[in-house]
């Protein structure tokens, strides 16, 4: 398989296909690929989940090819991590298409843009799906299979195949929508975050405890709808609904509607330094790992 | 200590308290109170965080006095869990103030009352402090803190240090707002959610999944600003929040505002029955605390 781009999102990928046992070709811009790799690698083998991996022995797995279409020619899957430029992603995918063996699965991990537009000058569109992960995709589970008119079924199913080979959660979305669902999700409690810090109920640090200490734990066994499905008691969620109806619209009313301006970016971003400026981005970012596969062992015992 | 009311929040408080130790008075207007917090105290003694509690033994702690002046003659703390009814819970705030030592501490577990209202006709308005738990309270650990221009400091450090005292994770707004903040969270996501299921974009179980799969678990380590200051890189939630600073409001723009009208209760209930049918209630639940109990003990393993 191929992976396209070294950023971020790429190499967390990139760690994870190969701690699956996957042959992986790398195709990045950068002139410093393996070197960029080789530090990613090492950064994120240890934090996989359910006890980490080798890095060295993984890089075994490894090739280089900064050539794209010589990178695609022989690839059964091609997963994309190119920067969020339209233009850019659709000269991309008309070059790999065309130099791509005729049943390959082209994957790409794009946040904002569509399959259809992305595939507009592919010679044969219906083998593009987005495959969203969230950051980090070696540890998050979910990934977000977002296919457009011009995919193919046989694309959604041979992506849902590939992704649970890895070991993550796909989930099919039923049509396209803008920024997908978990990321509208995020956007909509951060907003209300947002109102209530500007507000001055809260302060940022107080208001992430609140969602670790009651939301957060809730939602890592639950979703919204069962939470509320057996808050319902007996009745379920027709009781809880009925119960609330009107009440409910109420509260979806009153919740804030908080300007993103100069004045509230320098106030969040002042106060999140004031309350996690004491520890490194390498730090709070291995915390959070940490906690995070702590979670994922806890409930690994359960049945999906 | 005095605990008023053997709902289903009294019920849980009431099992916590005791595993804690406490000796607690139960006042409840039921008839059949003894018999509904035995099997109260029979259902949560197993699920109390880190290993469960003996129902028996708890039991040992428990006092019955169904007259509420007697009830709270000698408690130093009283824990209010009356039905939501402003006039109901004025007139017993009322008849707790007189009947109660001087220097009694009133907490109201109430997800939608303010303590000023609460307190109106009391002699001595200064000791009452909403404590709202989640629920169940013996399993989740936010309290939210909520006094009012009424209420004492020395009220608000008392009921920090009670729940404290019992194991919880107090937290204390700094405003009193409606529905407090956990439940703002929450309305905020549900509205989304929501308009999601009602669009076609996923089913109810499916909405639950990508939750539980991705955000749920994150928000259980770290909260909203932590992560997307972790989002931001080395840059925090400064370059987190000025890159994408006017797209931010445009996602917000773009979120739903379904209605919550017959319609969409009998979808939404129809597919929860489908989608969670085939198990009880008390089935459930009794999986939803264990998923709990084993990320609470994954997470204590962690400095707080």
Redesign the interface.
């Known amino acids: 398989m191929t992976v396209i781009g070294a950023g ?1 999102i790429g190499l967390s990928w990139i760690t994870l296909f190969l701690a699956h046992g996957r042959r992986v070709r790398v195709n990045s811009r950068r002139p410093d690929a393996e070197e960029v790799v080789a530090r990613g690698v090492e950064l994120f083998a240890p934090t996989l989940p359910h006890g980490g991996a080798d890095p060295l022995e993984l890089m075994e797995l490894l090739e280089f090819e900064p050539d794209v279409e010589r990178a695609v020619r022989d690839a059964a899957v091609v997963v994309e991590n190119a920067p969020e430029d339209l233009a850019l992603k659709q000269e991309l995918f008309a070059r790999i298409g065309a130099a791509a063996p005729g049943d390959a699965l082209f994957l790409s991990s794009s946040s904002t843009l569509l399959a259809d537009e992305m595939s507009a000058l592919m010679p044969d569109r219906s083998r593009l799906v987005v495959g969203h992960p ?2 980090p995709p070696h540890l ?3 990934v ?1 299979i977002v296919g457009g008119e011009a995919t193919a079924p046989e694309a959604v199913a041979g992506a849902v195949a590939f992704f649970r080979s890895v070991g993550k ?1 796909p ?1 099919v ?3 396209p ?3 997908f ?13 947002v109102h ?1 810090v500007r ?33 319902g ?2 009745g ?3 009781q809880w ?2 119960r ?3 009440g ?2 109420q ?2 009313r ?2 804030g ?1 908080p ?2 301006d100069d004045a509230t ?2 106030a ?2 002042s ?3 004031e ?3 004491d520890r490194s ?1 390498a730090e ?2 291995a ?2 790992d ?3 596969n ?6 690994a ?2 049945p999906h």
Chains 1, 2 share one sequence.
């Open positions: 971020t969230l950051n998050v589970p979910l977000e959660t989930v979305l039923r049509k929508i803008t920024r669902v978990a990321n509208r999700l995020q956007s909509a409690l951060l907003q209300e975050s209530l507000e001055g109920v809260v302060t940022v640090s107080e208001l992430d405890e609140i969602v670790t200490q009651s939301v957060g734990l809730r939602w890592s066994v639950i979703g919204p709808f069962q939470a509320f499905h057996l808050g008691g007996e379920g969620l027709r609904l009925t609330r109806g009107g409910l619209e509260s979806w009153e919740l509607r300007r993103m970016i320098d969040l971003s106060a999140a330094e309350d996690f400026g981005y709070l970012a915390d959070r940490a906690r995070q702590a979670v994922l062992d806890a409930l015992r359960f």
